[in-house]
């Protein structure tokens, strides 16, 4: 008689199915709660691929494209998809290389082979064209030694390196039809879930690969060249050649002999040379310049660099001051609410507009203004007498979740003000087809902060997380391209110092809660890292702003 297991999904339905189903044949009795094709599942609070079989009594979780979870594994599986058409369309000896994330996809190059529009019309057709036979994603076990040598055989160098860095004895390899490769990631079971994507011919050798977003997960947008945040990533590509390092074995080499502090001085060099280069720009404009406003998603560095840029505006003869757009809060009672009743404190509408645009007219007509400040205990402002007036030298510097969006400053000319977007903008990548994502950087970089400074867990702050993100999709990404200039806060050895404070918070993650599938994906992320001290990280790097012993705090 066969065995009936039994399954409790999203904790209030109960079935039975016999031993051996797959998540795969479970999830198609679910899908119709689904608006997209289950992609992964939570097995007993474990991230498990679709051909996973169920062998015990369990709680199950499916997830699509409209969950990070799904668009993780749907991203990686258009990647995969990708690599394999350019070598069915240009041959073997053609290689992609996924740079980095921009504009709701991401940044490729083709090497080894010459493209055009035309090659590029040729690989989407190939890319539907094995949509449509839906091929399996097949993952192998392997043992490391056995991976690297058949990666040295193909002459994948880069992820020969790489595995040479990590301990784990056996590591998951995937066969697409013929083609095997090593992924970061959980994979879809076929390819028949990944028919939307776009693919854009940028210039040279270089095309961006949209796909469906968590917050667009319907259909894919037409890519947006964003001139000022390609650059950016151009320039950290350019320093990373600069310093030999172009994927994480490059950094690893470097560690292993001790030889990283030059790594740092120069990242740190680089980071500054940006901040000296905005200071000249606001210098050049001959004091029309009254107010810099600086906005970026979370953990991005945004204090350290606005007191460190104000460091440069004064050696270039500017005095500066510091204008906090939480002080313009509304009253507590007239406080925005959210549909579930929680005030909503990230709302514009949060912000007394109407005050902070008239008090910063009055002070660019050279008037003494008294400035409130909230007091976040009893949700009121008050004035305590704290008063300021401009000088023809002087400079506000408006840093926060609004800076850069036109109606916080809407009463003031465009000329007076110059708009500085930043963020971690990560170029490293682990090898040529496992990018390193920028919000993962952030994320890190919250965790050792919160638990350091706010005495959060890593699993509160990885709850908050969702949350953080859709703040940004709302407030933030929208008005990048007001930016004047683009500051990348990203340090090329950075997650070898992060890895030496985040693990240890990450291993506090139990494994019943929500977030412990996303702490052991960073745990595992970092294990590509060997640990760097920071001794030699400088007092007044960004770095600081999250590790503690900050010269600016």
Known sequence: MEKMIKI??????????????????????????????ILVAKIDNVVEELSY???KKCAIDFYDRSSVLGHTVYSHGVHFLLIVAVKKVLGNDAEVIIQHSIDKGVYCEIVNKEINKDIIAKITDKMLEIVKQDYNFVKLSVSRKDAMQFFKRKKQDDKVEVLKYISNTYVNLYRLDEYYDYFFSEMPYSTSVLKDFKLTYIKDNGIVLSYPSIYQPKYTQDYIHRKLVFDSFLDY?????????????????IVSIGDYNEVIQLAEANYNS??????????NKKGKVKIVL????????????????????????FKTHSISIDDYFVNRVDTPKKPNGEYDFETIKA?????????????????????????????????????????????????????????????????NKFKIYISPLTQLNIDNHNRIHTSDTRRLRRIIRDNKYRGRTAAETLSLWKNILEGEEQYIFPFQNEADVIINSALIYELGVLKVYAEPL??????????????????NFLRNFLPI???????????REFIGGSSFH
Do not use: W
């Open 8 to 37: 409790e999904y999203k904790n209030k339905i109960t079935r039975e199915f016999p031993e051996n189903t797959t998540l795969l044949e479970i999830a198609n009795s679910f899908q119709n709660e689904f608006d997209f094709p």
């Open 53 to 55: 079989k169920i062998t």
């Open 237 to 253: 590509t350019n320093m990373g050649k600069t310093l030999g390092i172009s994927n994480v074995a490059d950094l690893n080499k």
């Open 274 to 283: 940006q901040l000296a280069k905005v200071a000249d720009m606001i210098y």
């Open 294 to 317: 600086l906005a970026g998603p979370s953990s991005s560095g945004k204090t350290t660099t606005a007191r460190k840029l104000s460091v440069y505006l004064k050696a270039r003869g």
């Open 351 to 415: 912000v007394d507009i109407n005050l902070f645009n008239k008090h910063l007219l009055k002070l660019l007509d050279g008037d003494k203004v008294e400035l409130p400040e909230f007091n976040f205990v009893i949700g009121k402002r008050e004035y305590n007498g704290k008063t300021l007036q401009l000088g023809e030298n002087d400079i506000i510097i408006i840093e926060g979740l609004h800076a850069l969006n036109p109606e916080l400053t809407m009463a003031v000319d465009d000329s």
């Open 506 to 523: 990450l291993f506090s993650v139990h494994e019943d809660d929500e977030v412990y599938p996303e702490a052991i994906r960073l745990i």
């Open 533 to 543: 001290p920071s001794d030699d990280v400088p007092k007044a790097s960004v770095l």
